[in-house]
């Protein structure tokens, strides 16, 4: 991939529009200019002003505090444990729960929901009493006039198993940190042509949707 383009996949805890908006993020990006490399972190982020000037990804900044040793905020993941089209899946479980005594938001993530670290309540006082929203989905970045990237595993969500890539399984915690199946309110993409988004349909667990797109050169 080009070092100016980029191609991401999050899941974002919201509150708030526009400049005001609070977010808490993760999930996993491409981004030579931001790693170095054409490989695939997990990537984090903050903001508390709209991706204006406050927050910011990963650890470059303070605010998020890493507590775990085996993940790390931009970790690279390994060749086997990402996904093959038409082959071999993988699923990376995340979880993003307020812990009810502090306030802080603690992420995990892994088969063993593993503590990765927790954004401090006093760092996103506006996520005090929970999140309006959780957006999903993929990013996909270019300079103008420069074809985008792929976004997910780079196929359609029609393709389905095996190829497209997919959130499963997603639900939230409520006010008593039960897990309960989301409502999903809107399903959009930018361009039909580049990337797409499939209809949400129930899982044993959850929902589950398939996204992504090859990108090209009319984007």
Request: with cysteine.
């Amino acid at each position: 991939m080009p070092k100016n383009h980029s191609s991401a996949v999050f899941a974002i805890l919201v509150n708030g529009k526009k400049e005001y908006v609070i977010a808490l993020q993760a999930g996993w990006a491409v981004s030579p200019s931001t790693y170095g490399d054409d490989r695939t972190h997990f990537t984090i982020a903050w903001t508390t002003d709209g991706y204006n000037k406050e927050g910011c990804i990963n650890l470059l900044c303070p605010g998020f505090v890493q507590v775990g040793r085996y993940f790390t905020p931009g970790f690279a993941f390994r060749p086997f444990e990402l996904s093959i089209y038409n082959g071999r899946q993988q699923v990376l479980p995340i979880v993003i729960s307020k812990d009810k005594k502090t306030g802080n938001w603690w992420l995990m993530i892994g088969p063993k929901i593993t503590p990765v670290g927790y954004w401090p309540n006093s760092l996103v006082k506006g996520l005090a009493n929970g999140a309006e929203s959780i957006i999903m989905g993929g990013i996909a970045d270019a300079p103008e006039n420069e074809p985008s990237p792929p976004m997910g595993s780079g196929h359609f969500p029609s393709e389905g198993w095996r190829k497209a890539s997919r959130f499963q399984a997603v639900q939230y915690l409520d006010e008593n940190n039960e897990f309960q199946t989301p409502v999903i309110d809107d399903v959009m993409a930018d361009d039909l042509n580049c990337y797409d988004v499939g209809e949400p349909f129930k899982d044993p667990i959850g929902k589950t949707f398939y996204f992504g797109g090859s990108g090209g050169d009319y984007c």
